[in-house]
Protein backbone atom coordinates (compact mmCIF):
# COMPACT_ATOMS: atom_id res chain seq x y z
CA UNK A 1 0.00 0.00 0.00
CA UNK A 2 1.35 3.78 -0.90
CA UNK A 3 1.65 5.50 2.23
CA UNK A 4 0.63 9.04 1.44
CA UNK A 5 2.69 12.54 2.22
CA UNK A 6 1.58 14.61 5.26
CA UNK A 7 1.16 17.71 3.34
CA UNK A 8 0.23 21.38 4.43
CA UNK A 9 -2.21 23.35 2.23
CA UNK A 10 0.78 25.55 1.32
CA UNK A 11 2.64 22.64 0.33
CA UNK A 12 0.10 21.25 -2.08
CA UNK A 13 -0.53 24.75 -3.47
CA UNK A 14 3.33 24.75 -4.76
CA UNK A 15 3.35 21.37 -5.76
CA UNK A 16 0.08 22.09 -7.87
CA UNK A 17 2.35 25.34 -9.15
CA UNK A 18 5.18 23.10 -10.45
CA UNK A 19 2.32 20.76 -11.79
CA UNK A 20 1.06 23.70 -13.65
CA UNK A 21 4.27 25.09 -14.69
CA UNK A 22 3.14 28.55 -13.40
CA UNK A 23 5.64 30.66 -10.98
CA UNK A 24 5.51 30.09 -7.35
CA UNK A 25 3.23 31.76 -5.14
CA UNK A 26 0.83 32.09 -8.87
CA UNK A 27 -1.83 30.50 -7.30
CA UNK A 28 -3.39 32.25 -4.19
CA UNK A 29 -6.64 31.16 -2.21
CA UNK A 30 -8.74 33.72 -3.15
CA UNK A 31 -7.98 33.91 -6.70
CA UNK A 32 -11.11 33.15 -9.16
CA UNK A 33 -10.04 29.93 -11.02
CA UNK A 34 -11.40 31.40 -14.05
CA UNK A 35 -9.05 34.69 -13.95
CA UNK A 36 -6.35 31.94 -12.68
CA UNK A 37 -3.38 31.60 -15.64
CA UNK A 38 -2.76 28.22 -16.69
CA UNK A 39 -5.83 26.85 -14.99
CA UNK A 40 -8.03 24.72 -18.09
CA UNK A 41 -9.41 20.82 -18.28
CA UNK A 42 -5.64 20.04 -18.63
CA UNK A 43 -4.71 21.51 -15.26
CA UNK A 44 -7.80 19.75 -13.78
CA UNK A 45 -6.63 16.60 -14.64
CA UNK A 46 -3.46 17.60 -12.99
CA UNK A 47 -5.51 18.51 -9.77
CA UNK A 48 -7.05 15.55 -9.60
CA UNK A 49 -3.57 12.81 -10.16
CA UNK A 50 -1.88 15.10 -7.46
CA UNK A 51 -4.73 14.82 -5.33
CA UNK A 52 -4.68 11.30 -5.66
CA UNK A 53 -0.60 10.77 -5.40
CA UNK A 54 -0.39 12.97 -2.48
CA UNK A 55 -3.39 12.75 -0.27
CA UNK A 56 -4.92 9.47 -0.93
CA UNK A 57 -8.17 11.84 -2.30
CA UNK A 58 -10.03 10.73 -5.54
CA UNK A 59 -11.41 13.94 -6.78
CA UNK A 60 -14.71 14.34 -9.43
CA UNK A 61 -13.97 16.12 -12.70
CA UNK A 62 -17.87 17.48 -11.78
CA UNK A 63 -16.97 18.35 -7.90
CA UNK A 64 -13.70 20.50 -9.51
CA UNK A 65 -16.36 22.30 -11.96
CA UNK A 66 -18.36 23.55 -8.71
CA UNK A 67 -15.10 24.98 -7.65
CA UNK A 68 -15.14 28.85 -8.25
CA UNK A 69 -11.93 29.42 -6.53
CA UNK A 70 -8.76 28.42 -5.60
CA UNK A 71 -9.71 27.93 -2.23
CA UNK A 72 -12.25 26.00 -2.94
CA UNK A 73 -10.43 23.39 -4.81
CA UNK A 74 -8.32 23.02 -1.88
CA UNK A 75 -11.31 22.68 0.33
CA UNK A 76 -12.70 19.43 -1.69
CA UNK A 77 -9.65 17.59 -0.31
CA UNK A 78 -9.50 19.76 2.80
CA UNK A 79 -9.74 16.87 5.72
CA UNK A 80 -6.43 15.68 4.58
CA UNK A 81 -4.28 18.33 5.25
CA UNK A 82 -2.21 19.01 8.15
CA UNK A 83 -2.87 22.27 10.08
CA UNK B 1 -9.20 -33.84 -25.85
CA UNK B 2 -10.81 -30.27 -25.27
CA UNK B 3 -9.33 -27.44 -26.73
CA UNK B 4 -9.14 -23.89 -25.69
CA UNK B 5 -7.99 -20.77 -27.49
CA UNK B 6 -4.27 -19.71 -28.42
CA UNK B 7 -3.13 -16.49 -29.38
CA UNK B 8 -1.14 -17.49 -32.46
CA UNK B 9 -0.48 -13.91 -33.97
CA UNK B 10 -1.03 -10.23 -34.26
CA UNK B 11 -0.08 -8.09 -37.01
CA UNK B 12 -1.08 -4.09 -37.66
CA UNK B 13 -1.70 -1.81 -40.46
CA UNK B 14 -1.49 2.00 -39.72
CA UNK B 15 -2.48 5.03 -42.34
CA UNK B 16 0.08 6.69 -43.83
CA UNK B 17 -0.28 10.58 -42.93
CA UNK B 18 1.47 11.30 -39.75
CA UNK B 19 0.05 14.44 -37.54
CA UNK B 20 3.10 15.57 -35.48
CA UNK B 21 3.07 17.67 -32.56
CA UNK B 22 5.17 20.38 -34.32
CA UNK B 23 2.10 20.36 -36.69
CA UNK B 24 0.10 20.44 -33.28
CA UNK B 25 1.94 23.68 -31.95
CA UNK B 26 1.34 25.19 -35.06
CA UNK B 27 -2.16 25.51 -34.52
CA UNK B 28 -2.88 25.74 -30.82
CA UNK B 29 -1.30 28.92 -29.99
CA UNK B 30 0.47 28.32 -26.04
CA UNK B 31 1.13 24.57 -26.84
CA UNK B 32 4.95 23.68 -27.54
CA UNK B 33 5.44 20.37 -29.51
CA UNK B 34 7.62 19.61 -26.16
CA UNK B 35 4.57 20.41 -24.06
CA UNK B 36 2.12 18.21 -25.59
CA UNK B 37 4.69 15.32 -25.49
CA UNK B 38 5.19 15.80 -21.61
CA UNK B 39 1.58 15.85 -21.31
CA UNK B 40 0.41 13.12 -23.63
CA UNK B 41 3.61 10.76 -24.36
CA UNK B 42 3.26 11.20 -27.90
CA UNK B 43 5.33 12.34 -30.76
CA UNK B 44 2.91 11.75 -33.40
CA UNK B 45 -0.11 10.35 -34.71
CA UNK B 46 -1.24 8.35 -37.84
CA UNK B 47 -4.30 9.93 -39.52
CA UNK B 48 -6.30 8.17 -42.14
CA UNK B 49 -7.18 9.65 -45.66
CA UNK B 50 -10.58 11.12 -46.07
CA UNK B 51 -11.19 8.08 -48.55
CA UNK B 52 -9.64 5.12 -45.94
CA UNK B 53 -12.06 3.47 -43.35
CA UNK B 54 -10.74 1.89 -40.65
CA UNK B 55 -12.08 -1.68 -42.64
CA UNK B 56 -9.07 -0.56 -45.42
CA UNK B 57 -6.66 -0.49 -42.28
CA UNK B 58 -8.46 -4.07 -40.91
CA UNK B 59 -8.11 -5.28 -44.35
CA UNK B 60 -4.21 -4.58 -44.31
CA UNK B 61 -4.02 -5.86 -41.17
CA UNK B 62 -5.23 -9.17 -41.79
CA UNK B 63 -3.81 -9.53 -44.96
CA UNK B 64 -0.15 -9.02 -43.57
CA UNK B 65 -1.22 -11.41 -40.58
CA UNK B 66 -2.60 -14.26 -43.60
CA UNK B 67 0.74 -14.16 -45.54
CA UNK B 68 3.14 -13.90 -42.32
CA UNK B 69 1.43 -17.22 -41.01
CA UNK B 70 0.30 -18.55 -44.02
CA UNK B 71 -2.92 -19.49 -42.75
CA UNK B 72 -5.84 -20.75 -45.16
CA UNK B 73 -8.33 -18.41 -45.67
CA UNK B 74 -10.99 -21.15 -46.07
CA UNK B 75 -9.86 -22.54 -42.31
CA UNK B 76 -11.16 -18.52 -41.02
CA UNK B 77 -14.65 -20.00 -39.62
CA UNK B 78 -14.94 -16.80 -37.44
CA UNK B 79 -14.39 -12.75 -37.38
CA UNK B 80 -15.10 -10.68 -34.49
CA UNK B 81 -14.66 -7.23 -35.36
CA UNK B 82 -14.15 -4.47 -32.93
CA UNK B 83 -15.47 -0.82 -33.37
CA UNK B 84 -16.74 2.30 -33.07
CA UNK B 85 -16.22 3.88 -36.37
CA UNK B 86 -17.84 1.47 -38.63
CA UNK B 87 -18.32 2.00 -42.30
CA UNK B 88 -21.65 1.85 -42.47
CA UNK B 89 -24.51 2.23 -39.40
CA UNK B 90 -25.46 -1.03 -41.66
CA UNK B 91 -24.30 -3.69 -43.26
CA UNK B 92 -21.92 -4.68 -40.57
CA UNK B 93 -18.63 -4.18 -40.94
CA UNK B 94 -17.20 -7.61 -40.74
CA UNK B 95 -19.48 -8.61 -43.31
CA UNK B 96 -17.68 -6.43 -45.84
CA UNK B 97 -14.73 -7.69 -44.65
CA UNK B 98 -15.62 -11.38 -45.08
CA UNK B 99 -15.86 -10.39 -48.40
CA UNK B 100 -13.05 -8.74 -49.26
CA UNK B 101 -10.39 -11.34 -47.39
CA UNK B 102 -11.95 -13.79 -49.38
CA UNK B 103 -13.27 -16.06 -46.15
CA UNK B 104 -15.42 -18.65 -46.86
CA UNK B 105 -18.87 -18.10 -46.58
CA UNK B 106 -19.34 -20.42 -43.86
CA UNK B 107 -17.58 -17.83 -41.62
CA UNK B 108 -19.53 -16.26 -39.13
CA UNK B 109 -18.76 -12.28 -38.70
CA UNK B 110 -19.86 -9.83 -36.12
CA UNK B 111 -19.03 -5.92 -35.46
CA UNK B 112 -18.91 -5.51 -31.68
CA UNK B 113 -19.20 -1.72 -30.33
CA UNK B 114 -16.35 -1.25 -27.79
CA UNK B 115 -13.74 1.18 -27.57
CA UNK B 116 -10.47 1.28 -25.06
CA UNK B 117 -11.80 -1.97 -23.44
CA UNK B 118 -12.53 -3.96 -26.83
CA UNK B 119 -9.57 -6.37 -27.42
CA UNK B 120 -9.80 -8.00 -23.54
CA UNK B 121 -13.37 -8.23 -24.45
CA UNK B 122 -12.57 -9.71 -27.57
CA UNK B 123 -10.21 -12.39 -26.51
CA UNK B 124 -12.66 -13.63 -23.82
CA UNK B 125 -15.25 -14.13 -27.05
CA UNK B 126 -12.75 -16.04 -28.75
CA UNK B 127 -11.79 -18.26 -25.38
CA UNK B 128 -16.21 -18.84 -25.04
CA UNK B 129 -16.58 -19.37 -28.75
CA UNK B 130 -13.33 -21.75 -29.39
CA UNK B 131 -14.30 -24.13 -26.30
CA UNK B 132 -17.94 -24.27 -26.36
CA UNK B 133 -16.90 -25.81 -30.18
CA UNK B 134 -17.96 -22.80 -32.20
CA UNK B 135 -15.18 -22.13 -33.68
CA UNK B 136 -11.98 -23.25 -34.81
CA UNK B 137 -9.50 -20.38 -36.08
CA UNK B 138 -11.03 -16.78 -34.64
CA UNK B 139 -9.88 -13.65 -36.90
CA UNK B 140 -9.79 -10.77 -33.96
CA UNK B 141 -9.60 -7.56 -35.87
CA UNK B 142 -9.69 -4.25 -33.73
CA UNK B 143 -9.82 -1.27 -36.02
CA UNK B 144 -10.95 2.85 -35.71
CA UNK B 145 -10.14 5.97 -37.07
CA UNK B 146 -11.07 8.53 -34.35
CA UNK B 147 -10.00 11.12 -36.35
CA UNK B 148 -13.13 11.28 -38.53
CA UNK B 149 -14.83 11.99 -35.34
CA UNK B 150 -12.75 14.26 -33.85
CA UNK B 151 -13.23 17.68 -34.54
CA UNK B 152 -9.80 19.72 -35.61
CA UNK B 153 -10.31 22.40 -33.28
CA UNK B 154 -10.59 20.05 -30.32
CA UNK B 155 -7.14 19.54 -28.92
CA UNK B 156 -7.88 17.61 -25.87
CA UNK B 157 -8.92 14.96 -27.82
CA UNK B 158 -6.93 15.55 -31.24
CA UNK B 159 -3.55 15.30 -29.48
CA UNK B 160 -4.33 12.07 -28.24
CA UNK B 161 -5.99 9.30 -30.27
CA UNK B 162 -4.53 7.96 -33.77
CA UNK B 163 -6.01 5.93 -35.89
CA UNK B 164 -4.66 2.01 -36.80
CA UNK B 165 -6.13 -1.39 -36.97
CA UNK B 166 -5.01 -4.60 -35.80
CA UNK B 167 -5.76 -8.39 -36.45
CA UNK B 168 -4.81 -11.22 -34.14
CA UNK B 169 -4.77 -15.12 -34.86
CA UNK B 170 -6.64 -17.25 -32.07
CA UNK B 171 -6.56 -21.10 -32.69
CA UNK B 172 -7.69 -24.15 -30.76
CA UNK B 173 -5.59 -25.81 -29.31
CA UNK B 174 -4.87 -28.20 -27.08
CA UNK B 175 -2.28 -25.86 -25.31
CA UNK B 176 -4.36 -23.01 -25.25
CA UNK B 177 -2.71 -19.42 -23.83
CA UNK B 178 -5.86 -17.70 -23.71
CA UNK B 179 -6.97 -19.37 -20.32
CA UNK B 180 -7.72 -16.26 -18.18
CA UNK B 181 -9.19 -15.45 -15.40
CA UNK B 182 -11.24 -12.59 -16.87
CA UNK B 183 -12.93 -10.29 -14.98
CA UNK B 184 -15.02 -7.52 -16.56
CA UNK B 185 -16.71 -3.74 -15.85
CA UNK B 186 -19.31 -1.61 -16.57
CA UNK B 187 -20.87 1.81 -15.45
CA UNK B 188 -23.65 3.40 -17.80
CA UNK B 189 -23.14 6.22 -15.97
CA UNK B 190 -20.03 7.41 -17.39
CA UNK B 191 -22.52 7.74 -20.83
CA UNK B 192 -21.97 11.88 -20.98
CA UNK B 193 -18.58 11.43 -20.19
CA UNK B 194 -16.89 10.26 -23.75
CA UNK B 195 -19.43 10.32 -26.17
CA UNK B 196 -20.84 11.80 -29.81
CA UNK B 197 -23.89 13.15 -28.57
CA UNK B 198 -25.51 12.88 -32.30
CA UNK B 199 -24.17 9.89 -33.77
CA UNK B 200 -27.63 7.38 -33.45
CA UNK B 201 -31.43 7.05 -33.44
CA UNK B 202 -31.45 9.14 -29.93
CA UNK B 203 -29.85 12.04 -32.20
CA UNK B 204 -29.42 12.19 -35.49
CA UNK B 205 -26.15 13.36 -36.55
CA UNK B 206 -26.80 17.43 -37.67
CA UNK B 207 -25.58 18.86 -40.71
CA UNK B 208 -25.79 22.72 -39.53
CA UNK B 209 -24.47 21.94 -35.83
CA UNK B 210 -22.85 24.60 -34.97
CA UNK B 211 -18.99 25.22 -33.38
CA UNK B 212 -18.99 25.63 -29.72
CA UNK B 213 -15.87 26.11 -27.63
CA UNK B 214 -15.53 25.52 -24.26
CA UNK B 215 -14.10 27.50 -21.57
CA UNK B 216 -10.48 25.65 -22.03
CA UNK B 217 -10.94 26.96 -26.05
CA UNK B 218 -11.64 23.65 -27.54
CA UNK B 219 -14.06 23.45 -30.26
CA UNK B 220 -16.61 20.69 -31.12
CA UNK B 221 -19.91 20.10 -32.84
CA UNK B 222 -22.43 17.93 -31.50
CA UNK B 223 -21.71 15.46 -34.45
CA UNK B 224 -17.54 15.35 -32.61
CA UNK B 225 -16.32 13.41 -30.10
CA UNK B 226 -16.38 14.76 -26.78
CA UNK B 227 -14.33 13.62 -23.37
CA UNK B 228 -14.92 14.73 -20.18
CA UNK B 229 -10.73 14.22 -19.45
CA UNK B 230 -11.02 14.94 -15.47
CA UNK B 231 -13.63 12.85 -15.10
CA UNK B 232 -12.73 9.77 -17.36
CA UNK B 233 -8.98 10.28 -15.25
CA UNK B 234 -11.01 10.33 -11.80
CA UNK B 235 -12.84 7.26 -13.51
CA UNK B 236 -9.83 5.37 -13.88
CA UNK B 237 -8.23 6.01 -10.47
CA UNK B 238 -11.26 4.46 -9.27
CA UNK B 239 -11.70 0.83 -11.10
CA UNK B 240 -8.08 0.31 -12.31
CA UNK B 241 -6.64 -0.54 -9.12
CA UNK B 242 -9.57 -2.75 -8.25
CA UNK B 243 -9.72 -4.41 -11.36
CA UNK B 244 -6.27 -5.66 -11.07
CA UNK B 245 -6.60 -6.69 -7.69
CA UNK B 246 -10.02 -8.73 -8.81
CA UNK B 247 -7.92 -10.22 -10.92
CA UNK B 248 -4.90 -11.21 -8.95
CA UNK B 249 -7.69 -12.48 -6.48
CA UNK B 250 -9.23 -14.63 -8.84
CA UNK B 251 -6.32 -15.74 -10.58
CA UNK B 252 -4.71 -16.69 -7.39
CA UNK B 253 -1.75 -14.83 -8.46
CA UNK B 254 0.77 -12.17 -6.91
CA UNK B 255 1.44 -9.00 -8.63
CA UNK B 256 5.42 -10.44 -8.86
CA UNK B 257 4.25 -13.14 -10.75
CA UNK B 258 3.52 -11.06 -13.50
CA UNK B 259 6.22 -10.15 -15.71
CA UNK B 260 4.45 -7.85 -17.96
CA UNK B 261 2.02 -5.74 -17.63
CA UNK B 262 0.28 -3.95 -20.95
CA UNK B 263 -2.26 -1.24 -19.89
CA UNK B 264 -4.84 0.53 -22.23
CA UNK B 265 -2.46 2.95 -23.98
CA UNK B 266 -4.50 5.99 -23.03
CA UNK B 267 -2.29 8.28 -22.79
CA UNK B 268 1.60 8.78 -21.26
CA UNK B 269 0.92 10.91 -18.26
CA UNK B 270 -2.29 8.97 -17.14
CA UNK B 271 -0.06 5.26 -17.79
CA UNK B 272 2.57 6.93 -15.28
CA UNK B 273 0.24 7.88 -12.94
CA UNK B 274 -1.36 4.43 -12.70
CA UNK B 275 2.06 2.74 -12.66
CA UNK B 276 3.37 4.64 -9.63
CA UNK B 277 -0.09 4.02 -8.18
CA UNK B 278 0.01 0.29 -8.19
CA UNK B 279 3.66 0.10 -7.47
CA UNK B 280 4.80 -1.69 -10.66
CA UNK B 281 8.15 -1.75 -11.90
CA UNK B 282 9.10 0.92 -15.10
CA UNK B 283 10.57 -2.16 -16.64
CA UNK B 284 7.38 -4.50 -16.77
CA UNK B 285 5.40 -1.74 -17.19
CA UNK B 286 4.79 -0.99 -21.14
CA UNK B 287 4.65 2.40 -23.06
CA UNK B 288 4.03 2.07 -26.01
CA UNK B 289 2.17 5.03 -27.74
CA UNK B 290 4.77 7.60 -28.50
CA UNK B 291 4.75 7.30 -32.36
CA UNK B 292 0.91 6.30 -33.00
CA UNK B 293 -0.85 7.88 -29.77
CA UNK B 294 -4.30 6.23 -28.17
CA UNK B 295 -5.71 3.96 -30.71
CA UNK B 296 -8.69 3.07 -28.42
CA UNK B 297 -9.29 -0.75 -29.01
CA UNK B 298 -5.91 -1.77 -30.91
CA UNK B 299 -3.62 0.08 -28.18
CA UNK B 300 -3.41 -3.21 -26.63
CA UNK B 301 -2.26 -6.06 -29.24
CA UNK B 302 -0.07 -2.96 -30.95
CA UNK B 303 1.56 -3.32 -27.82
CA UNK B 304 2.08 -6.70 -27.67
CA UNK B 305 2.96 -6.64 -31.04
CA UNK B 306 6.13 -4.01 -30.49
CA UNK B 307 7.08 -6.23 -27.45
CA UNK B 308 7.49 -9.35 -29.10
CA UNK B 309 9.00 -8.04 -31.74
CA UNK B 310 11.27 -5.89 -29.66
CA UNK B 311 12.30 -8.89 -27.24
CA UNK B 312 10.35 -7.48 -24.61
CA UNK B 313 7.81 -10.68 -24.61
CA UNK B 314 9.38 -14.05 -23.56
CA UNK B 315 7.83 -16.77 -24.40
CA UNK B 316 6.20 -18.36 -21.27
CA UNK B 317 5.47 -15.01 -19.94
CA UNK B 318 2.49 -14.03 -18.05
CA UNK B 319 1.03 -11.13 -19.53
CA UNK B 320 -1.60 -8.93 -17.39
CA UNK B 321 -3.97 -6.98 -20.05
CA UNK B 322 -6.20 -4.19 -18.75
CA UNK B 323 -8.87 -2.00 -20.89
CA UNK B 324 -10.44 0.63 -19.68
CA UNK B 325 -13.10 3.81 -21.46
CA UNK B 326 -15.71 4.56 -23.11
CA UNK B 327 -18.68 3.71 -21.74
CA UNK B 328 -17.62 3.09 -18.83
CA UNK B 329 -16.38 -0.04 -20.15
CA UNK B 330 -13.34 -2.06 -18.75
CA UNK B 331 -12.04 -5.88 -18.53
CA UNK B 332 -8.32 -7.42 -17.73
CA UNK B 333 -6.86 -10.89 -17.98
CA UNK B 334 -3.80 -12.90 -17.61
CA UNK B 335 -2.48 -14.44 -21.02
CA UNK B 336 0.90 -16.35 -21.43
CA UNK B 337 2.27 -15.66 -24.02
CA UNK B 338 3.21 -18.24 -26.59
CA UNK B 339 6.32 -19.53 -27.81
CA UNK B 340 6.37 -19.62 -31.59
CA UNK B 341 3.78 -17.99 -34.06
CA UNK B 342 1.58 -20.41 -35.70
CA UNK B 343 3.03 -21.57 -38.64
CA UNK B 344 0.25 -23.72 -40.68
Known amino acids: MVSYIVMARSEFLRALERQMEVAEGALKEDQLLSQ???W???ASVLFIALADEKLG??????QIAQASTVGDLLNLVGDRFTP | MSMGAYLAAIRSALPEGILDNEQLAGEFEGWSAEKIYTKTGIRSRHIARADECGSDLAVKAAERLISDTGIERSSIDYLLYCTQT????MPTTACLVQHRLRLPTSCAALDYNLGCSGYVYGLGLCKALIESNQANRILLITADTYSKIVNPADKSVRTIFGDGATASL???????????PFVYGTDGSGEANILIPASGARRRREPDAALVADDSGNARTVNDLYMNGSEVFNFTLRIVPDVVNRLLTTAKATKDSVDLFVFHQANGFLLDHLRRKLEIPREKFVVCMERIGNTVSSSIPFALQDCARTGKL???ALVMLVAFGVGYSWGATLLRWGDAELSA
Open chain 2, 170 to 180: LVASEQPNVTG
Open chain 2, 86 to 89: PDYQ
Open chain 1, 40 to 42: DSM
Open chain 1, 36 to 38: TEG
Open chain 1, 57 to 62: AIVSGN
Open chain 2, 314 to 316: RSN
